[in-house]
């Protein structure tokens, strides 16, 4: 779902992480993006979506709080759900995640995906739970390698690539782990006139974001600028394509 693209993309570094360094004030704050679908003539909005990146805490531990929410027009539930909420838990320099958690809705019952990074233990323990399916949980390896997708969204605002550099990682969504590629491809001066860009071009291997396994290609553009915000996002589907941007 392109919901979840809104939540994702990243890139983790083999081996060790660098030592976590605080944001710059620039980068924190909300910014607001139009999803719209294009298939040949038509080019329709489909929902509204925010994004924020503020200093907070978790279990008395001083965290980056990131906050995403996409409402759907409800023409287009059919697409997206009416409402995607999801919130991730960094270290002060945003490199490493500790905690996530996404509600999930259904119909009456309620479910949710929460991920807790432990640094000390090295593990990562899951936890889906989808009515009326049963609770699917899970103890993966923190591998620095491997993370849910808003933590990675906001992981790829803060590293640093080398040109041409493609590095690898595993997307968890929901009960399973789907391993991709995230390649840098360099400065873009035509997407975002006037806006200094970076773009990056995510392919995962087993399948697609949406329900019916497309969008296994996503390009991302993000600001070069101190702020370094997502600018926007694209993903072929089985027909037509999907695309995010930043309202200015």
Not at 223 to 235: K, V
Request: hydrophobic residues 40%; charged residues 25%.
């Amino acid at each position: 779902m392109m919901l979840k693209t809104f939540a994702l993309l990243a890139l983790l570094i083999p081996g060790q992480l660098p030592a976590p360094k605080n944001v710059s004030s620039e980068a924190l704050g909300a910014v607001q993006y139009e999803v719209r679908y294009k298939l040949g003539a038509l080019d329709t909005k489909v929902a509204d979506a925010t994004i924020s990146l503020e200093n907070g805490k978790w279990e008395q531990q001083a965290v980056l709080h990131s906050h995403a929410s996409i409402r759907s027009a409800s023409v287009f539930r059919l697409f997206l759900n009416a409402e995607y909420i999801a919130d991730a838990y960094l270290t002060p320099g945003g490199q490493e995640p500790v905690y996530s958690f996404n509600p999930i809705k259904k119909g009456n019952k309620e479910g949710k995906f929460a991920c807790t990074y432990d640094r000390k233990a090295k593990t990562i323990t899951t936890e889906f739970v989808k009515p009326p399916e049963d609770p699917v949980t899970q103890t993966l390896p923190l591998d620095g390698k491997t993370m849910d997708m808003l933590s990675l969204l906001q992981y790829v605002r803060f590293q640093n690539f080398k040109a041409g550099e493609s590095r690898s990682l595993r997307l968890m969504m929901g009960a399973n782990t789907v391993s991709a590629t995230l390649a840098f491809a360099g400065a873009d001066t035509e997407r975002f006139p006037g806006v200094k860009a970076e773009r990056f071009v995510l392919r995962m291997k087993e399948r697609g974001l949406m329900e019916n396994g497309s969008g296994s290609e996503i390009t991302v553009w993000r600001s070069a600028g101190a702020d370094r915000r997502i600018l926007g996002l694209e993903t072929a589907l089985s027909s037509g394509v999907m695309v995010a941007a930043v309202k200015e």
